[in-house]
């Protein structure tokens, strides 16, 4: 199955590395790079981009689920700051709890290198058909 093309706001604006697995059992772990500018005073990763880099996990469960026919259109994300994030690689792990015909409820997290928990997400999001 190929991969459909990467937005750049991923690559470029979140840090993106690269996507680890888009399992077809609706997991998806992706690589990205937190960069000092990307962090607020005191040297820590601002959470929006924490957000982000585990709102894309969980899109990218959902479209390997359904075998790229759609996608997830966020309706409202809770999220849990665990310990502050810090330059460097942090590894963005989403998957699908329950898929619906209209619905997905989401769950991701993000973790360090060494495997610390640092944040995690939940999502309830409306499904719609992947533009081509």
């Not at 937005?7 to 790079?33: F, M, T």
Request: net charge neutral; hydrophobic share 45%.
């Amino acid at each position: 199955m190929s991969e459909p093309p990467t937005p750049d706001a991923l690559e470029l604006r979140l840090g993106l590395e690269r996507i680890v697995d888009r399992g077809e059992g609706g997991k998806a772990v992706l690589h990205y790079r937190a960069t000092a500018d990307m962090c607020h005073a005191g040297g820590v990763v601002q959470g929006g981009f924490i957000t982000g880099w585990i709102d894309a996990a969980m899109a990218h469960a959902v479209a390997a689920k359904t075998a790229q026919a759609l996608v997830p259109l966020s309706l409202e994300i809770k999220i849990s700051f665990f310990k502050g994030v810090m330059p460097g690689r942090v590894i963005a792990e989403g998957w699908v709890e329950k898929l619906g015909r209209t619905t997905a409820f989401l769950e991701g997290r993000l973790l360090n290198e060494a495997g610390d928990v640092l944040a995690k997400a939940s999502s309830t999001a409306t499904l719609a058909p992947l533009k081509r």
